[in-house]
């Protein structure tokens, strides 16, 4: 009687698949580190940082507006992101699409619905209650209801909707984390539109003349589509949309029906019973309920990251909600394992930004819809003007730290005071001020300096 070959070929599979898995992770950081490399290229050249806005490339479609920053512009390369801002009307879809990066994306105003597909195998989980004589019952997968101040996080290749369903404008801003593992199709940010015949938002055609790109079916022969849905040859030819005028966001008549939960039942679930059809994506961190530093009179800071979006550990993404009042700061701070990619939502501040030699960098009364990149361990200080300042900042690590230089708990804070004392040549009473500056919070208030004032008065 021959012996039994089960275990051997137990182990074969299991060293064959333990083989696999190790080739499959050297390739992922290999790919990583020439990502981190070209990043490093980039951050490198940077002797000067500068505000910028969505002036690179614009989209006028039938139901609202896209707008792109110059994603080869040396910060956003150096933080291995693009950046792309839809202003949508009322009653405007904007049409489904994936991308090759994973996203962030910050809603500023409105509201609306979004709908996305977590993972391809997950079930349609919405559905129309079953009624007699009903032919046909609505099944899709989930859809949120949105509003401003909430951030959705996107997985590469993962395709979602929205649509505004209120009375104002649904202004979003969109971050593409080009330089992530996830995209292996380069640093160049490509979107995959599932309808529509629009522009490539990023303007891959140039500044002056984008390519028209139309969309995912349109590269399917028009009989093989037809067979494929079992639909008419008009019809695949309507899903292909070559005479679609409307580009990405469309206007729809009527309002958009669609099976969702009563407005207001927004689930708030602790992860523990979380699977990967049911991950939580939505955060509302701009809410002042979310704050995790209040300070009354100067402002208040939201921090989001795997920890509180588990999501997030997959996108390497975390995001900074800061709101300062009237004349509001921010104290000297830096992001210990991120560069943080700051979008301005709100008010006027000036920020200035300092490297490693000691150079001032940037130095800026920035404004509503203006970005600055603040490149890893480079040192930031936040001044509010009169209107108060506000920003969201996306960083480039699942859970973004930072570190400050005044206040409690900070860098100088923990020295000893004699140390304090030599590196400044300053007397013990000074060095014990110095150390015990800004004992309570890192958010505080002061008056604009002189020079803050002229500059507010000249932007």
């Known amino acids: 009687m021959g012996k039994p070959v089960i275990k051997p070929l137990v182990v074969l599979l299991l060293s064959l698949i333990l083989v696999s898995e190790c080739a499959a992770i050297h390739s992922q ?26 002036d690179y490339y614009r989209i006028e479609a039938e139901g609202g507006v896209t707008e792109s920053w110059n994603h080869t512009n040396k910060m956003l ?41 977590i993972f391809p195998s997950c079930p349609e989980s919405f559905e129309e209650p079953e009624e007699a004589g009903q032919e046909y019952r609505e099944q899709h997968q989930k859809v949120h209801e949105i509003r401003g101040g909430d951030i959705i996080a996107i997985p590469a290749g993962i395709g979602y909707w929205f649509y505004n369903n209120g009375d104002v404008p649904l202004v979003v801003v969109i971050l593409l984390h080009t330089n992530n ?20 938002e990023h303007g891959e055609g140039g500044r002056e003349k984008s390519i028209s790109g139309r969309n995912v079916f349109s590269g399917i022969s028009l009989n093989l589509l037809a067979q494929v849905f079992g639909v008419r040859v008009e019809t695949a030819r309507k899903i292909q949309g070559p005479d679609d005028k409307r580009k990405n966001i469309v206007m729809v008549e009527g309002g958009l029906d669609v099976v969702r939960p009563e407005p207001g039942s927004r689930a708030n679930a602790n992860g523990l019973e979380e699977t990967i059809c049911t ?13 995790d530093i209040y300070v009354p009179h100067a402002g208040r800071i939201a921090t989001l990251n795997s920890i509180k979006l588990p999501i997030l550990a997959d996108l390497q993404l975390s995001a900074e909600r800061g709101v300062l009042y009237k004349y509001g700061v921010y104290v000297p701070h830096w992001n210990l394992n991120a560069h943080s990619v700051m979008y301005v939502t709100g008010g006027r501040g000036r920020v200035q930004v300092g490297d490693n030699k000691g150079k001032n960098v940037f130095d800026n009364v920035m404004e509503e819809g203006q970005v600055v990149v603040i490149p890893q361990n480079f040192v930031a200080v936040m001044h509010a003007g009169e209107e108060g300042f506000e920003w969201i900042a996306f960083k480039t690590g699942e859970n973004a730290m930072i570190n400050t230089l005044i206040g409690e708990s900070s860098a100088i804070r923990v020295l000893p005071v004699d140390v304090v004392a030599n590196m400044y040549q300053v007397s013990r009473e000074d060095a014990q001020r110095i150390k015990e500056a800004r004992d309570q919070a890192i958010l505080f208030t002061l008056p604009p300096l002189e020079e803050e004032t002229d500059g507010m008065a000249k932007a």
């Open 29 to 54: 950081k290999r790919r990583m580190g020439q990502r981190v490399k070209l990043s490093l290229e980039e951050c490198g050249e940077l002797e000067k940082l500068e505000a910028i806005e969505p």
């Open 77 to 117: 390369r150096c933080a291995g992101v693009a950046l792309v801002r839809r202003t949508v009307k009322p009653g405007g879809l904007v049409l489904p699409s994936y991308t090759n990066a994973p996203q962030l994306m910050y809603y500023v105003q409105g509201s609306g619905i979004q709908g996305m597909t």
């Open 181 to 200: 593992v996830a995209n292996q199709l380069g640093t160049l940010p490509r979107r995959f539109y599932i309808a529509g015949n629009t522009e490539d």
């Open 279 to 291: 991950l939580r994506v939505r955060e509302a961190v701009g809410s002042a309920a979310r704050a």
